[in-house]
T-cell receptor, first 112, second 111 residues
């Protein structure tokens, strides 16, 4: 079984809809991250959490919110989806040292 | 302002030859650098890293070189294999442990 799982893997939604992307990990790591990847733009950090009670904004947090339900679960929400949020979304985890991050397989989100 | 730059979007090399992937950074607070490899429909996977106290780190066919004065690092793959065809991301971090990624470079290894 994969160490970092993301659900759903693909999602098509409409403008204005609320959507939640979920991430679970079995690595026992405290730190979790959400990134988005746009073509030609690499990975940009949306939110990150260093433990269950710690939530921090990344470079591009506007339009997104997160919830750290447990050490193993970190969800990303789009309260009112818009077309320019169409992207590939990745969840990642790391241990205390934080340098090497382990990524999930990604969620491809399309907002029509 | 991009702090980690991968200026070439793509590279094509012949199987068996050397692949050299370049990366530049602007933030002098970065002290740890990583390379990730990404296949289509998969998440990035860690490949190799280097601390700023070193100028070279080797792992099998993969070697990363760091030139701190030039704020430049490179990944060498020798010999290149068709299975190395993927997108490669350079990333950097400092005291805050957050990774800053470059835009990636698509490597194609021709049989």
């Amino acid at each position: 079984d994969a160490d970092v799982t993301q659900t759903p893997r693909n999602r098509i939604t409409k403008t204005g809809k609320r959507i939640m992307l979920e991430c679970s990990q079995t690595k026992g790591h405290d730190r979790m991250y959400w990134y988005r990847q746009d073509p030609g733009l690499g990975l940009q950090l949306i939110y990150y959490s260093f433990d269950v009670k710690d939530i921090n904004k990344g470079e591009i947090s506007d339009g997104y919110s997160v919830s750290r339900q447990a050490q193993a679960k970190f969800s990303l929400s789009l309260e009112s989806a818009i077309p320019n949020q169409t992207a590939l979304y990745f969840c990642a985890t790391s241990d205390f040292a934080g340098y090497e991050q382990f990524f999930g397989p990604g969620t491809r989100l399309t907002v029509l | 302002d991009q702090q980690v730059k991968q200026n070439s979007p793509s590279l094509s090399v012949q199987e068996g030859r050397i692949s050299i992937l370049n990366c530049d950074y602007t933030n002098s607070m970065f002290d740890y650098f990583l390379w990730y490899k990404k296949y289509p429909a998969e998440g990035p996977t860690f490949l190799i890293s280097i601390s700023s106290i070193k100028d070279k780190n080797e792992d099998g066919r993969f070697t990363v070189f760091l030139n701190k004065s030039a704020k430049h690092l490179s990944l060498h793959i020798v010999p290149s294999q068709p299975g190395d065809s993927a997108v490669y991301f350079c990333a950097a971090t400092g005291a805050n442990s957050k990774l800053t990624f470059g835009k990636g470079i698509t490597l194609s290894v021709r049989p």
